[in-house]
C-alpha cells in the first residue's frame, strides 16, 4: 500500500499523520520539516511517537539535513524539503534501501564515469552531488548550485558525484555519475 498525504506546518498534525503511517507502512517517507527551522516538526514528532534516530545530518550537499530513524521494525526517511536534496536523498539513500529490503543483492544506484566538460568546485567537508547532462563531450554540469532549483534537475541524465576535497574538478576529469536514464 501506498499513502500520501500533505500535511501543514503545524507540530499537532505532523505528529498525527506520522502516527498513522507508522501504524500502516513498513516504510515511512517525508519530504521536509527535518532542518531546524520553527516550522520543521517531523524530528520532535518521531522522537514522540518513539521512533529511534540512526542519524541526522549526511556530509552531503545538496540533502545534508536527511534522517533516518526505525521503531518496532519500521524504517522512517525524512528528506529535506527542497526539490534536488530530495532527488539526491532518494538517489543515494532511499532508492538503495527499499532494494536492499526487498532482497536485492546489489541494490546501489547505476554508476559509470565521464570526464567533465567544465571545471566543477569541490567541498572539503561535504560530497557534492550536482545534476549533468551527457553529451557527446561528456558530463555537462547544469549549474543547478541550489537545492530548490528543480528546473535544471529535471532535465539531468545523471548525478555527478564531486569528491570531498580542496579546489576544483578540472574540465576533463572522470567523475562519477549516477545514472537517473
Given at each position: ?16 499523520a ?11 517517507v ?7 527551522g ?12 518513539g521512533?529511534?534516530?540512526l542519524f ?126
Amino acid at each position: 500500500m501506498v499513502a500520501v498525504e500533505r500535511v501543514r506546518d503545524d507540530a499537532g498534525a505532523t505528529r498525527e499523520a506520522l502516527g498513522r503511517a507508522l501504524e500502516e507502512a513498513d516504510v515511512v517517507v517525508t519530504s521536509g520539516g527535518v532542518s531546524v527551522g520553527t516550522r520543521d516538526h517531523v524530528k520532535p514528532a518521531l522522537a514522540a511517537l518513539g521512533v529511534e534516530q540512526l542519524f541526522w545530518r549526511l556530509a552531503v550537499q545538496p540533502g545534508r539535513p536527511t534522517w533516518c530513524g526505525l521503531r518496532d521494525g519500521r524504517v522512517v526517511v525524512g528528506l529535506p524539503g527542497n526539490p534536488l536534496s530530495v532527488m539526491v536523498g532518494l538517489e543515494l539513500l532511499l532508492l538503495p534501501a527499499l532494494r536492499r529490503l526487498a532482497g536485492a543483492a546489489d541494490a546501489g544506484p547505476v554508476v559509470f564515469q565521464l570526464p567533465l566538460t567544465t571545471t566543477l568546485r569541490r567541498d572539503a567537508e561535504r560530497l557534492r552531488i550536482r545534476p549533468v547532462r551527457i553529451t557527446d563531450a561528456g558530463a555537462e554540469p547544469l549549474g543547478a548550485d541550489l537545492s530548490h532549483q528543480l528546473g535544471r534537475a529535471a532535465i539531468a541524465d545523471a548525478l555527478a558525484i564531486v569528491p570531498i576535497g580542496e579546489g576544483e574538478l578540472a574540465a576533463g576529469s572522470p567523475v562519477d555519475l549516477i545514472d537517473l536514464r
